[in-house]
C-alpha cells in the first residue's frame, strides 16, 4: 500500500489532517498516544485499526547479522514474500532499500544479479525506518540499499518528504544515493525537498563505466559533475561520491591521477570502498599496500577522502550477500524475529 492511499482512507472515513499527523508519526517514531493526541472522530475507528492491522502487517524481520564494525543487517519478508536487506549502521544510521533487486546490474553486486523484480511501494521503503527503529535511535537515512533510487523516483521522494515531516530526520541526513541519473537530477532541481546527495561514480571512465554498469546506459561523468556542482551550491552541503575498488579495475595511476583532476577546486566527498568478495564473481580487492597508497596520494592531493579499509572481508558484507544466502536457506516457512507491530494506541479503540 502506498502512503497517500493510507491518507485518503483516513480522510473518507471522517478523519482531519491533524489525526492522520498523529498517526504517522506515531508509527514511524514508535511513540504512544499521549493526552495531547486528539480523540479519533467515532466512524473513523475502524478505519484506524484496520490501517494500523495493514502497518503491522507490512514486514516481519527474519534475519539479524551483527557485524565487527557495529552494524547490524537484517532480512525483512514482505507482505508477498519478497525480501530485502536494511542495515542499522553504527553511529544512529539506516541504509535502507528502495527496490526488490536492481536494473542496473553492477557487475560486482549481487543484488544486481537478480535484475529488478519489483519496486518497493513508498510505506514499503519507510517501514525499513520503522524496523531500525527497534534496534537504535535512527537520526540518519541514506537511500543506498537494494535498487537505484532514481527508478522508483516517485515513491523515493515520498518517502523522503515522510521522513523529514514525520520521522524526525532532518533533509541533510537523508541521503539518496544513485549512479547519475537526468530524472533524479532534474527532479532535485525543481523540488522543495532537497535531500543530500550520493553518486557511485567507481571509475572517471565513461567506457569503463558502461561496462560496469551494464544495465544502463550510463550519464558521461562530466555531465554527473556539473550536476554535482549545481546540486552542492542549492543544497549547501557536500555532495558524496562513492568508489568501489576493484583490483586491476580502478586502481592503477591513470585513475588515481584522473580522479585527482576531477577533484580539483571541487567540493565533495569520495568514499572508497574495497570490494567485498561475492560468489561467482572474479572481483577482487587491490593489496592493502596498493590502497594505502591510494588513499595517501588522494590526501595528498587534497581529495576529501573517506577510506574504510576492514581488513578482513565481511561474511555477507556486500550488498544483497545476506539476502541471497536467506533465499538458499528458505525452504521451510521463515520465523518472524520482530515484527512491524506498533503498541496499541487507546485512542483508537
Ligand atoms: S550497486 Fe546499487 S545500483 Fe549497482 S546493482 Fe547493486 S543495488 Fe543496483
Redesign the pocket.
Known sequence: MEIGAVEQQLKEHGALQTHVDHFWRQWILRKNPTARTPRVPEKAKETFAEMNRMLSGLYSVIEENPSPDGSLRLVLRLFDNQLIETVVLPGNGVCISTQVG?A???LF?M??KSGLIRQLTDLEIVSQVHAARQYRKINKVVFMG???PSHNLRRVMNAVNFLAVYGAIGYKNLVVST?GDKRLFDELRKSKVKPALAI?LHTTDDEKRKKL?P?IKPMPVNEIMDFADEYATLGAYPIQFQWTLLKDINDDEKEVDDLIALWKRRRAILNMIPVNFVEGNSFTRPSEERMEEIARKLKENHVLLKYRNSAAQEVDGG??QLRARKLKELEPEPVPVKNGSISEDPALK
Open positions: 536492481c542496473v546490474g553492477c553486486c543484488t544486481g537494494m535498487g537505484e549512479v557511485s554498469l544495465g550488498c544483497g
